[in-house]
């Protein structure tokens, strides 16, 4: 059974920095693709970042330049720095992970979800 628990997030003025991790057990991490998507009360998961079982990852443009996302096979963990909040960035962040998805972008090609870990960015 595989589960992917988040941390790390909370309360940050803007202009400041959080990392989020992502520890996904169960299998090996190596096995999968592992995403980042956020939501605010009332809308749909957003998609932020991908880190593809080849390592590469992407971004999407408004956390472009801003976010960094790594992983550590060993420790089964994806960490997701986020530099420079903003204001908009406020919203929970939910962790997924998939072996099979091909874009990987959407929330529906995910079949593993933590429960989400709330950041706050104050202005």
């Known amino acids: 059974q595989v589960q992917v628990v988040e941390s790390g997030g909370g309360l940050v003025q803007a202009g400041g920095s959080l990392r989020l991790s992502c520890v996904v057990s169960g299998r090996t991490l190596s096995d999968y693709h592992v995403a980042w998507f956020r939501q605010t009360p009332g809308n749909d998961r957003e998609f932020v970042a991908l880190t593809y079982r080849s390592v590469d990852t992407y971004y999407a443009k408004s956390v472009k330049g801003r976010f960094i996302l790594s992983r550590d096979n060993a420790r089964n963990t994806v960490f997701l720095q986020m530099n420079s909040l903003k204001s908009e960035d406020t919203a929970v962040y939910h962790c997924?992970?998939?072996?099979?998805?091909?874009?990987?972008?959407?929330?529906?090609?995910?079949?593993?979800w933590g429960q989400g870990t709330q950041v706050t960015v104050s202005s």
């Open positions: 997924a992970a998939d072996s099979h998805c091909t874009g990987c972008r959407l929330p529906e090609e995910y079949d593993y």
